[in-house]
């Protein structure tokens, strides 16, 4: 039988975290033929060792590529892929049990679906994966979830069920899209070489191009942070930010979206600027990324 889902997951010197997120695709239910297909970015580390006692658990493929960035290894994976519909995950997110499931069962020809995702605090990693040994460790990952500026925005918006830009909330840890469509949007754009926002530009051009979006709370990742220099996380993020604004000069929405990430104007405001209304009103506050504050939270174990 042809294979129908495709599961990619780049990864690059990740071998504390990558075995989990494989621990976790063996833990699905998947009732048709499937593939994880592990795209090794130039890793300095063993990924091989960290693959190999997933073989007999998983129908496994790795594949190995000089170091091209995260983009580039998706594109790699999206290339390999067989499946019509590929999940991507990120290389250190554990998916809950029944989230590839939820995936499935919202497949709709023209459509992408990105799950939740909840951060956990680097330094409580070594307790997380204690945890994850154990049967049933998953349910006790909750006491570890800390506060996410960003994704947690996405609940914001679906909650309010008034959403006009769902590609400015949709990471690249937990979606799953058909294959072809991935395809024909060019893929991801590998002039984005460090973190972000690569993949809120790929929704973009999949939003521009007639994709529909379903936000699943049901679909479930466990995001592992890792500790980060904050001098080096706001470098790269102020790249991704000025590569963004010089491929879109001009486009209201992206100079709406810039405006947003970088502390500039609200979610709400946001929505309104991109055609969708302003739906902060009586009893509703405004919602305002905080980037200095966000990156004060996720380099809170290593300092500059």
């Known amino acids: 039988m042809p294979v129908q889902l495709s599961v990619v997951i780049?990864?690059?010197?990740?071998?504390?975290?990558?075995?989990?997120?494989?621990?976790?695709l063996a833990q699905q239910a998947v009732e048709e033929d499937w593939e994880v297909v592990v795209v090794d970015d130039g890793s300095t580390t063993d990924t091989e060792a960290c693959v190999a006692p997933f073989r007999e658990l998983l129908p496994l493929r790795l594949v190995r590529q000089e170091n091209r960035g995260r983009a580039g290894a998706r594109?790699?994976?999206?290339?390999?892929?067989?499946?019509?519909?590929?999940?991507?995950?990120?290389?250190?997110?554990?998916?809950?049990?029944?989230?590839?499931?939820?995936?499935?069962a919202a497949r709709r020809e023209g459509s992408?679906?990105?799950?939740?995702?909840?951060?956990?605090?680097?330094?409580?990693f070594p307790a997380i994966r204690q945890a994850l040994a154990r049967e049933g460790g998953w349910a006790g990952l909750d006491a570890h979830v800390v506060p996410d500026g960003y994704v947690d925005l996405a609940e914001r918006l679906y909650r309010l069920q008034r959403v006009h830009i769902?590609?400015?909330v949709c990471t690249g840890a937990n979606l799953m899209?058909?294959?072809?469509?991935?395809?024909?949007a060019g893929g991801?754009?590998?002039?984005?070489?460090g973190w972000g926002p690569e993949d809120i530009e790929f929704a973009y051009r999949l939003h521009r191009a007639g994709i529909a979006f379903r936000y699943l709370p049901g679909a479930v990742v466990h995001h592992l942070d890792r500790p980060k220099r904050r001098d080096a996380m706001l470098a790269?993020?102020?790249?991704?930010?000025?590569?963004?604004?010089a491929k879109y000069p001009g486009i209201p929405e992206i100079r709406a979206y810039l405006d947003f990430i970088t502390g500039r104007c609200s979610l709400e405001?946001?929505?309104?600027?991109?055609?969708?209304?302003?739906?902060?009103?009586?009893?509703?506050?405004?919602?305002?990324f905080q980037p200095l504050a966000y990156l004060a939270r996720k380099t809170e174990e290593v300092r500059a």
């Open 10 to 24: 780049p990864t690059y010197n990740n071998p504390d975290r990558l075995p989990l997120v494989l621990r976790s």
């Open 177 to 184: 899209v058909e294959r072809d469509a991935c395809l024909a």
């Open 166 to 168: 769902p590609w400015a």
């Open 75 to 104: 594109n790699r994976g999206l290339r390999e892929a067989g499946g019509r519909w590929v999940c991507l995950l990120d290389d250190d997110v554990v998916l809950a049990p029944g989230a590839l499931r939820a995936h499935l």
């Open 188 to 193: 991801f754009d590998e002039g984005f070489r």
């Open 269 to 288: 405001e946001l929505n309104a600027r991109t055609g969708g209304e302003r739906f902060s009103g009586a009893g509703e506050e405004a919602t305002w």
């Open 236 to 245: 790269e993020m102020m790249a991704g930010v000025r590569y963004l604004a």
């Open 112 to 124: 992408l679906s990105f799950g939740r995702i909840r951060n956990t605090r680097a330094a409580s």
